[in-house]
C-alpha cells in the first residue's frame, strides 16, 4: 500500500514524522480522509482528535487548532498543541475541564467566555483522545 509523509509539529517541538497510510482530521469545513495523491489544500484544523492509520494500526492525537497543508506525498500539520494518546495526563485534562466549566458558570463580567469555551473544547478533546 502506498505511503505518505506525515509531520505534526507545534511551536515546541516535532511531535511526529512517518511514512502513513491514511491521516484522517477535522478541517474547518468538515472532515477530512487524506491518502497517498491527494489533492493539495490548505485549510484551518478545529480542535478535535487527529487519527493516523499505519500498518494496520491506529495512532491518535489530541490537536488543539492549527492549520493542515495536504500536497500529493506529504502532509504537515501546523499544531497550537498536539500531544499523542498515550502522552496525555487525563488527571490535568479533567482538572482543566473543571475549571473551564466553573468559569463558563461563573455570573462574572469578568470571565472571558470565549477563551473558557475553548479551554473546555481543548479538555475534553484530550480526554476523549485518550479514552479512559
Not at 36 to 57: E, F, M, Q, S, Y
Not at 85 to 91: F, G, L, Q, R, T
Amino acid at each position: 500500500m502506498s505511503t505518505l509523509l506525515l509531520e505534526i509539529v507545534t511551536p515546541e517541538r516535532k511531535v511526529y514524522a512517518q511514512e502513513v497510510n491514511m491521516v484522517s482530521v477535522k478541517g474547518a469545513d468538515g472532515e477530512l480522509g487524506i491518502l497517498p495523491n491527494h489533492i493539495p489544500l490548505v485549510t484551518p484544523l478545529r480542535i478535535a482528535p487527529v487519527i493516523v492509520k499505519k500498518d494496520g494500526a491506529t495512532e491518535k492525537f489530541a490537536v488543539s487548532g492549527g492549520f493542515i497543508e495536504i500536497r500529493k506525498d506529504k502532509v504537515v500539520i501546523l499544531a497550537e498543541s498536539a500531544e499523542l494518546a498515550s502522552e496525555i495526563d487525563v488527571d490535568r485534562a479533567e482538572a482543566a475541564k473543571h475549571r473551564a466549566q466553573d468559569r463558563l458558570n461563573a455570573k462574572s463580567d469578568h470571565v472571558d467566555f470565549k477563551r473558557a469555551e475553548l479551554a473546555l473544547q481543548r479538555a475534553i478533546n484530550r480526554i476523549n483522545v485518550n479514552g479512559k
